[in-house]
């Protein structure tokens, strides 16, 4: 099978079962079990925090053993941990259970990303836009399943149990995946020689600044999105929303991600990585406080594509600059880091959300996370030059 098919496959299998566990269902579950705004968030964010720990050593680990088989191990996360959902009754273990799903991207996620760019780097921003929207396919169509079922049945259950048949999937889709590195075995080098290796790649990524920056951009403007992801769904239900047309809202902004990170890929490929970052990161903080504002669905539907565009023009350009400044046999520990510093801020996003509106309500609270992310713009844009040079390998002419 095509790797990069097969890649493109499993991934959307694995984002469709993971959105659909996240929202609208989760934020949801979560109230109904009694949690106030501030631990909503921080269930939320659970699964978030598993990959600021892990998603580091995974993506280093899969340098080392190869690419297929530590995806294989995050595939058994998504297809497992949906089963138990049915049985939390109290939100401190619906926050563990979190926690225990996200091994699933964390493992997953950035061993993907590095086999995406580990396939070539002819046209890599446009392949890399195209893997983004194979998981925004997924993702479009989880919010959008998830909440239509919950609005057809009232069952959270019911709801996790079709979570958890998608993971299967996943699962048997990621086991038809090709390995595409060599596997060095235990006769061909040493544990001691393979720790060593592990940890010069560590320190080779992580002391490099563009790497670090890179990573940062992203991070913040996700802190904006997983602020979106986490609380759109309550704010839509005070101002009058049933559930169906909330999943509707949630689809349409990942539908045109989805549509257009194959293009702004393919931009930052012909226009370099930075302007394209800076424009999807100004579009960010315009469309958070207005979608904060809107009290009609017209309102919404109007406003929500421009978040949809920045988010499409940020995360392709930024995965493509992450490969960029790695050498190939740095792929994954790239990635990892990467993922790492993204999920610090995805995570931090519905706990800073859940604090603020808890303090000062929808429309100041986003107010204040949109600022964040065009302060991050300016500084990117004033202040930050990247370098051509790839880390752990020659520099490129």
Known sequence: MNPFLA?????????????????????????????APELIGMIVAASTVTGVLFKL????????????????????????????????????????????????????????????AGLGEAARGARLGWFSSANDLGATAGPLIG???????????TSYLLVGMLGVLALGMTLLLPETEPKT???????????????DGLRDVITTPAVLTAAAVEA??????GAFLGFLPLYARNVGFNDGAIAVVLALQLTVALLAKPFTGNLSDRLGRKPVIVLGLFASAVALPLIFRMTSFAGLV????????????????????????????????????????????EAAGPILAGILIGQIG????????????????????????????????????
Do not use: K
């Open 185 to 199: 075995t235990l006769a061909e080098s040493s544990l001691r020689a393979r720790a060593a290796e592990f940890w």
């Open 57 to 116: 050593p995974a993506g280093a680990l899969s340098d080392l053993l190869g690419r297929r088989r530590v995806m294989l191990l995050g595939a058994v996360f998504f297809a497992v941990p949906p089963f138990v959902y049915p049985f939390v009754i109290d939100a401190g273990a619906l926050f563990a259970l979190r926690f225990a799903h996200g091994f699933a991207t964390a493992i997953f996620a950035p061993v993907a990303s590095a086999y995406v």
């Open 147 to 157: 909440g239509l079922i919950l609005y057809a049945t009232a069952s959270f259950a």
């Open 362 to 397: 929808y429309e100041p609270a986003f107010d204040v996370i949109a600022a964040i992310i065009a302060v991050v713009a300016v500084a990117f844009a004033a202040r930050i030059r990247i370098a051509t040079a790839p880390v752990g390998g020659p520099e490129r002419q």
């Open 220 to 225: 913040t403007m996700y802190l904006g999105f």
């Open 7 to 35: 890649v493109l496959t499993a991934s959307c299998l694995a984002r469709l079962s993971y959105q659909m566990a996240r929202s609208p269902v989760l934020p949801r579950f979560a109230e109904s079990l009694g949690a």
């Open 302 to 345: 109007a406003v929500v594509p421009l978040l949809g565009l920045g988010v499409a023009a940020v995360t392709p350009a930024t995965n493509a600059l992450i490969a960029d400044l790695v050498a190939a046999r740095r792929l994954g520990t790239g990635m990892g880091v990467f993922g790492t510093i993204w999920d610090v801020g």
